[in-house]
C-alpha cells in the first residue's frame, strides 16, 4: 500500500496536493512519501524478525541521500555496487558494518576505500578478484571480509536484461565451482571467508526462484561446513518484485516465511539487499503536458517528462502506470505519452486508455521510485529532475533542479581552440 491517492479529484501524496509542490517547484519532479518509505522498509523488515538478519538496501534502486539516511535511520545498511554508491551511503550515516560491496567490476582504489571504511563483506564474483582483493587488502594490512557471489543458474522468470542468475549471464562464480573457489580463497593470506552471496535477478513474482536458488546455495553452505569453512552470513540479494499494472507478487511476509523455512537450519545470519520494493511504489513522476497533437494513427500527448527522466519504458518496454493529477469525467482515449526527445524510443506509455489532458494538464507517472531518478541522465542536455519529500502535510526539495550550468560543469574549451 502506498499514500499517493485522490481526495476528490486531486492527487495527494499524504497529505499535501500534488499540484501545490508543482506549482511551487516546477515540473518535472519525482515524488517520494515518507511514510511509503517506511511502511515498505518495515514490512520487509519485520517479515525477517524472528531470525538474524541485515536488510542492506540496494542503493542502486534510489540513492538519493535524504532516502538513504532514512533507512539508516530505520536500522537497515546498504548494498553497494560502486565507490560513489559507498560515498554516498557513508555521507548518509549508513553503519558501514551493514554495508556489502557487490559488483563484477570493483576497481582497485574503490576496494581500497571499502576497506578504508571497513564495510561488513566484499560480494567477490570472481577468481581474479579475489587475487586483486587480497592484494590490495596486503598492502594496506588488512585482511577483506568476503562472501563468494555464487550463479545457481536459476531462471528467475523476469526481463532478459534483469536476470542475473542463470549461466550464460556475467555475475558470479558458477555454483559447481565455488567449492574450488571457496578453497583458494581459504589460502589467501589477507581474506576472511564470512559468507556465501546470491542475486538472481530483479523484479521477480514468484517465491520459487528464490527458494531454488536457496536450495542450491544450502548445500554448498553444508560442504562448506563439512571441510571447515565456516559460514556467518547468507545474502540473498533482492529481486522481489512489486505491482506496476497487474503483477501479483508475493508479500514480504510470504517471502520471509518461505525463506525463513528453508534457511533456518544453518543458523546464520540473513543478509537482504532489496531496492525495487521498497522505493519502487514509493515514488512518482510529475509531469506537465506541453502539447497534444493527432497523427494520423495516434494521438500524442507531449510530456515535460522524457526517457532522459525515466528509462524503463524505452528501455524495457516496461509498464508504467500513467494518471492524471486532477481527475476530469470527460471519456477516455486511446494515447501515447512521449517526451520532447528527439527519438521515437522515447515514450512513457503507449495505447493507453487516458483521460483527454489538456495543454497545462499535470500527469503522473506511478511506481517510478525505484531506478527512476538514478537511471536519469542528461540527453538531449536536459537538466535532471528535482526530486522531492512528502511527510505529513510538508515537503522538502532533497535534491535541486539540475541548472544549464551544471549540465556543462567541469568542461572546457581547450586554448588551441
Ligand atoms: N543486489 C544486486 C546484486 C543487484 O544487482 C540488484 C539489482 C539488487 C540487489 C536490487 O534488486 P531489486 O530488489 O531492486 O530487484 N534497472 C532495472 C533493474 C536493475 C536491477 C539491477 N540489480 C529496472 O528498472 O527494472
Same mark, same amino acid.
Given at each position: 500500500?502506498?499514500?499517493?491517492? *485522490?481526495?476528490?479529484?486531486?492527487? *495527494? ?24 518509505? %517506511?511502511? =515498505?522498509?518495515?514490512?520487509? !523488515?519485520?517479515?525477517? @524478525? ?14 538519493? /541521500? ?7 535511520? /530505520? ?43 571497513? %564495510? ?13 582483493? &587480497?592484494?590490495? @587488502? ?20 523476469? =526481463? ?14 558458477? #555454483? ?6 571457496? =578453497? ?5 593470506? &589477507? ?15 514468484? #517465491? ?5 536458488? /536457496? ?13 571447515? %569453512? ?5 545474502? +540473498?540479494?533482492?529481486?522481489?518484485? %512489486? ?90 482515449? #486511446? ?43 542528461? *540527453? ?26 551544471? +549540465? ?6 581547450? !586554448?588551441?581552440?
Amino acid at each position: 500500500m502506498h499514500h499517493f491517492s *485522490y481526495k476528490e479529484d486531486d492527487l *495527494y501524496c499524504e497529505d499535501v496536493e500534488v499540484k501545490k509542490i508543482s506549482d511551487e517547484v516546477g515540473t518535472p519532479f519525482f515524488l517520494y512519501s515518507h511514510a511509503t518509505l %517506511i511502511r =515498505h522498509f518495515e514490512a520487509f !523488515d519485520h517479515a525477517f @524478525a524472528e531470525v538474524p538478519h541485515i536488510v542492506s538496501y540496494s542503493v542502486k534502486a534510489n540513492s538519493n /541521500l535524504a532516502v538513504l539516511r532514512l533507512f539508516s535511520q /530505520l536500522g537497515g545498511g546498504a548494498d553497494i555496487v560502486s565507490g560513489g554508491e559507498l560515498f554516498r551511503a557513508i555521507k548518509a550515516g549508513v553503519d558501514p558494518g551493514k554495508i556489502v560491496y557487490s559488483g563484477v567490476g570493483k576497481r582497485e582504489d574503490e576496494m581500497e576505500y571499502a576497506l578504508k571504511e571497513d %564495510i561488513l563483506m566484499f560480494n567477490v564474483e570472481s577468481h581474479q578478484e579475489l587475487e586483486r582483493l &587480497n592484494c590490495v @587488502a596486503g598492502k594496506m594490512g588488512k585482511k577483506a571480509r568476503v562472501a563468494l557471489r555464487v550463479n545457481p543458474d536459476v531462471d528467475p522468470k523476469t =526481463h532478459p536484461y534483469i536476470s542475473t542468475g542463470l549461466k550464460q549471464n556475467k555475475f558470479g562464480i558458477p #555454483v559447481r565451482e565455488a567449492l574450488n573457489e571457496y =578453497h583458494f580463497a581459504a589460502s589467501l593470506e &589477507n581474506i576472511q571467508i564470512v559468507g556465501v552471496d546470491c542475486h538472481i535477478g530483479s523484479q521477480l513474482t514468484q #517465491v520459487q526462484p528464490f527458494i531454488d536458488a /536457496l536450495k542450491k546455495v544450502k548445500a554448498l553452505i553444508l560442504e562448506l561446513r563439512e571441510e571447515g %569453512i565456516d559460514i556467518k552470513y547468507l545474502d +540473498l540479494g533482492g529481486g522481489l518484485g %512489486i505491482t506496476y499494472d497487474e503483477e501479483a507478487p508475493p508479500h514480504p511476509t510470504e517471502y520471509g516465511k518461505a525463506i525463513i523455512e528453508e534457511a533456518k537450519e544453518l543458523d546464520l545470519t540473513l543478509v537482504f539487499e532489496p531496492g525495487r520494493v521498497i522505493v519502487g511504489n514509493a515514488g512518482i513522476l510529475v509531469s506537465k503536458v506541453l502539447y497534444t497533437k493527432r497523427g494520423e494513427e495516434k494521438n500524442f500527448i507531449i510530456a515535460d517528462a522524457a526517457m532522459n527522466d525515466l528509462a524503463r519504458p524505452s528501455l524495457y518496454g516496461s509498464y508504467q502506470k500513467v494518471v492524471p493529477v486532477r481527475k476530469n469525467k470527460e471519456p477516455m482515449i #486511446v494515447s501515447d505519452v512521449v517526451g520532447p526527445i528527439c527519438e521515437s524510443g522515447d515514450f512513457l506509455a503507449k495505447d493507453r486508455e487516458l483521460p483527454p489532458f489538456k495543454q497545462g494538464d499535470l500527469l503522473a507517472v506511478m511506481s517510478a521510485g525505484a531506478y527512476g531518478f538514478t537511471m536519469s541522465s542528461n *540527453y538531449n542536455s536536459r537538466v535532471r529532475a528535482a526530486e522531492v519529500m512528502v511527510k505529513g502535510d510538508s515537503f522538502e526539495v532533497i535534491r535541486d533542479r539540475e541548472t544549464f550550468k551544471d +549540465l556543462v560543469n567541469g568542461e572546457r574549451i581547450p !586554448d588551441f581552440l
